[in-house]
């Protein structure tokens, strides 16, 4: 099969052409013909070696790093093609799902992925492949970390990063909760973060705690720090309340603020949320945000282009 993979790590332009053999799923396993996969942070992570560097092999399947080549990608969209243990979706149905590793020889920039089978579902019936494949990683990480929050309906929360893939995931997430959301934007993403369903938005930047908490003066109850302004948006936290960041920093506070650690590879088979931000997406609730379509061979344009920043939506590569 054709991939795109890299065999040492650096800059985009370690991304090359490969040519693998075709996988095969085994007992408890599936495989996807693959005709997009979403361009996600983790994998330009992985690419840079950021990745190996901060994360320990046991969190991997196997408990090592395999050697290279390197395939990542974490999201697709694709034709179920082999299901050894059969199922409820049917070899041929257009599925959606989240490959084993980040940093395996299963990664979704190929042809054909081999997963777990708890890590597929149908795929949104009234969406775009390239579309479709831009939901479960973004989706399953604003779930988790909404759920390590724990903050009850009613409460508040912020969301930082509300403009971007899984900011707004979080933004929408949280008010299907029933939740009040204070979320940052700059201002010519104003007007998307409240379509997206933001109570209040406050501009991004430096003193964005303060700014939260001139809307909400007691303190929300928690924080879902997609941009990563770890420490900095501590002061926006109640006492007693909670935060969680997208690169699972814990943070020191001399207040009573907990830091919710969630690693995304703990929830890629649980099958149900799948289906529930499935159905979410099915119905409305989630909005699909695609910025451009690339052509698999130019992973490593649609790497740069991540890198620079300002996308709103992901980037997709198509086979």
């Known amino acids: 099969m054709k991939a795109i993979g890299f065999t040492e790590f650096g800059g985009p332009e370690v991304l090359q052409a490969l040519e693998l053999p075709d996988p095969h799923a085994g007992p408890g396993q599936v495989r996807v013909r693959v005709h997009a996969a979403a361009v996600n942070p983790a994998d330009t992570a992985a690419r840079s070696g950021w990745m190996k560097r901060n994360y320990p092999p046991e ?8 050697d290279p080549p390197y395939v990542t990608g974490w999201d697709f969209c694709g034709v179920l093609d ?16 989240l490959t084993l590793s980040p940093m395996g020889k299963v990664g979704a920039y190929a042809e054909y992925v081999v997963t777990d089978s708890r ?28 759920e390590a929050l724990a903050v009850p309906a009613g409460g508040t929360v912020a969301v930082t990063g509300a403009a971007g893939a899984l900011g707004g995931y979080a933004v929408e997430l949280a008010k299907h909760q029933g939740l009040q959301v204070v979320a940052d934007a700059a201002e010519a993403d104003e007007e998307l973060v409240k379509q997206l369903g933001a109570d209040v938005v406050v501009r991004r930047g430096d003193g964005l705690a303060e700014r ?21 948006v501590a002061p926006a936290v109640r006492d007693g309340g909670a935060v969680t960041s997208a690169r699972q920093h814990v943070g020191a506070s001399e207040r009573a603020i907990s830091w919710r650690v969630v690693s ?21 609730a989630l909005t699909l945000r695609v910025a451009d379509s690339l052509p698999a061979e130019r992973a490593a344009d649609a790497h740069r282009r991540l890198e620079a920043g300002g996308l709103r939506g992901r980037l997709v590569l198509t086979w």
């Open 212 to 232: 939260i908490r001139e809307s909400i003066p007691q303190g929300v109850d928690g924080v879902v720090d997609a941009a990563l302004y770890t420490d900095a």
């Open 82 to 97: 082999e299901a050894p243990d059969g199922g409820s979706i049917g070899v041929g149905e257009r599925v959606i799902g």
């Open 59 to 66: 969190t991997l399947p196997g408990g090592r790093y395999p």
């Open 119 to 146: 890590s597929v579902v149908r795929a949104p019936g009234g969406a775009t492949t390239a579309a479709a494949s831009t939901l479960v990683m973004n989706a399953v990480t604003a779930y988790a970390m909404l």
């Open 264 to 284: 995304v590879t703990e929830h890629t088979t649980r099958t149900d949320v799948l289906n529930t931000l499935r159905d979410l997406a099915d119905a409305g």
